[in-house]
């Protein structure tokens, strides 16, 4: 298994690997906002682009762009990497999805394409360097009991 080397083009990062099959699996990345996540669903002829989304009980959807891909899984910290990964479904269009709860706390990510090719999410919440080169997405799952933090009240006062 190995990282993917990715260059840097004018609208975002590529790659080109060929697999033990033989077959060649092209990865794109669009760059992205560094203050929100955007998502390729419009416009899926951009290449691989994944989008990682958090509802308000904790469960974590998980979606990116392989339409060559013939396996991809989500594996991580949650997963104890390889240990456990989890199978992302095959959707319509290109598109592999799964959705999976983690306790709430930070965790380094990737996709694992065809059991040989790490792919990040340029998506996720973030990038960190990984221990083998390249990149690891960032995912952060808040607690859904923890309370909202309030910002304090400012009143003016009338001058006596």
């Keep these: 298994m190995r ?18 099959q033989g077959r060649y699996i092209r990865v794109r990345e669009r760059r992205r906002s560094l203050d929100r996540t955007l998502s390729d669903e419009e416009n899926e002829e951009r290449g691989a ?5 958090i509802d308000e009980g904790g469960m974590a959807t998980f979606r990116v762009y392989l339409p060559d891909a013939g396996r991809v899984q989500l594996v991580g910290d949650f997963t104890r990497w390889q240990e ?37 999410d340029y ?3 973030g990038l960190v360097p990984g221990p083998f080169g390249g990149w690891q997405s960032r995912l952060h799952v ?16 009338k001058a006596a």
């Design 3 to 20: 990282n993917v080397a990715m260059r840097q083009v004018r609208c975002g990062f590529l790659s080109q690997v060929k697999t033990s």
């Design 49 to 53: 682009g994944g989008v990682v989304s």
């Design 142 to 157: 808040l607690d859904p009991d923890a309370q909202a933090l309030s910002k304090p009240e400012h009143r003016a006062e």
């Design 123 to 125: 998506a996720a919440h």
């Design 84 to 120: 456990s990964p989890i199978e992302m479904l095959r959707e319509p269009g290109g598109w592999w999805r799964v959705q999976a709860a983690p306790a709430p706390g930070e965790y380094e990510f990737q996709y694992l394409i065809d059991g040989e090719t790490w792919l990040p």
